[in-house]
């Protein structure tokens, strides 16, 4: 198996640190040995740091983002309870249909792509709804629009709704801040900009949303996911009990990832992905390009960019991948084949690659060809 070599830009998996990938080929212990037991330490503190919480309950889901917000859901939601959901991009679309499938009567509070959530309207539909559950996307990256949490958290905080919070692609690329902002439980995924290999989805849930889930009437809905039975392992007091066998290596590079985070400090790659992101959406906006978040809530993490209509975006993006082995993604939903989605996280998002992402688009884009004339 001999891989090309990419630079990974697009919406994840994103680059990753070699020191991830030399962890995760280390020899496996048993997922119940003692000597593993710090490595699960190690990621539930590191996990704290990021998600700024005290939370206890905090570690990595065995499965993808998405893993994360089904376990959020499923385990949050009864059949029957009033969920509000913010829609305004595939991802948010996704949350209600997942709180759907729990057997929710979902209420969206809506926008349209490329604008955030109103916060007045997202708060105005759980005083009407009274929900058990409202969700959010922090980044949708589908849109690149950063949703701004913290006056919904307060809000929501003083009622009975607990706050879940889709920190997919924002965790470890802009401030997430789960006790802060009163959010009961937030999840997101290892391939974004923790730049570990995608196959965990670290989650927290705060003291109220354990209790919630302990004074269900109904089973949860999943027998993988549900938080009682995952807190037998994870919970090492009486002893770790067998659930479902920990993927070992996964958690050496999520371990890995983390100290990578640490080492350079929170705020320290925060303040790069700002700095590099606005390098990035001025040298687009000087290539003459529309970018498709509204301005003020741009992610610099995740960036929708519009290409000019007599360009095949699909072609382009292809050629960007073989002449000079560069990643981005294709515009999804509203945005499909006229964006590109171009991610700068983790370990990929260095000034090195801006340069190189600019310079390969210019290039191509001179060449790309001429409008033809209309008649
Ligand atoms: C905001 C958001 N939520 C959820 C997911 C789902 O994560 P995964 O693809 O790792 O299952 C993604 C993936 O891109 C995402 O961007």
Redo the contacts with the bound molecule.
């Keep these: 198996m001999f891989p090309p070599e990419r630079i990974l830009m697009g ?2 998996p994103s680059d990753v640190h070699p020191a991830v990938l030399r962890a995760q080929s280390q020899p496996l212990l048993g997922h119940l040995d003692p000597d593993f037991t710090p490595v699960l330490e190690q990621i539930a503190s590191g996990l704290r740091t990021v998600f700024r919480t005290g939370n206890p309950v905090t570690f990595a889901v065995s499965a ?4 994360g ?1 089904e376990a959020a859901l499923v385990n949050l939601v009864e059949p029957g309870d009033d969920v509000v959901v913010g829609v305004n991009g595939v ?1 948010g679309g ?1 949350m209600a249909e997942v709180a759907r499938r729990a057997g929710a009567t979902v209420h969206t509070v809506e926008a349209d792509w490329g604008r955030i959530i109103d916060p007045a309207a997202f708060i105005d539909a759980v005083e009407r709804h009274r929900p058990r559950v409202a969700g959010l ?1 922090h ?3 589908s849109t690149g629009v950063h949703q701004p949490v913290a006056e919904i958290g307060t809000a929501v905080a003083d009622t009975d709704t607990l706050l879940v919070l ?1 920190t ?2 924002s965790l470890a690329g802009v401030d997430v801040r789960v006790d802060d902002w009163d959010v009961d439980v937030a999840y997101s ?1 290892t ?1 974004k900009c923790l730049s570990v290999p ?1 196959g965990l ?1 670290p989650i927290t849930f705060s003291e109220r949303a354990v209790q919630r889930v302990r004074e269900r009437t109904t089973p949860v809905q999943s027998w993988y996911l549900d938080l009682t039975l995952l807190l037998g392992y994870l919970d090492g007091r009486g002893g770790r009990t067998y659930h479902h066998t920990a993927p070992i290596s996964s958690l050496y590079g999520l371990a890995t990832g983390l100290d990578l985070v640490l080492e350079e400090g929170l705020e320290a790659r925060l303040a790069r992905h700002a700095t590099l992101g606005a390098l990035l959406h001025e040298g687009l906006e000087a290539l003459g390009l529309e970018l498709l978040a509204e301005p003020g809530h741009r992610l610099p993490q995740l960036t929708t960019v519009a290409l000019p209509d007599d360009v095949d975006e699909a072609a382009l993006r292809a050629r960007l991948l073989t002449e000079h082995g560069i990643e981005v993604g294709a515009g999804l939903g509203t945005f499909a084949g006229r964006a590109w989605r171009i991610g700068l996280m983790g370990h990929a998002c260095s000034e090195r690659n801006v340069r190189l992402l600019l310079a390969a688009l210019e290039r191509l884009l001179d060449q790309a060809p001429a409008p033809t004339a209309t008649t």
């Design positions: 919406p994840g993808t983002g998405m893993a917000m991802f996704r996307v980044a949708e990256t889709d997919v692609t995924g391939q995608p989805a």
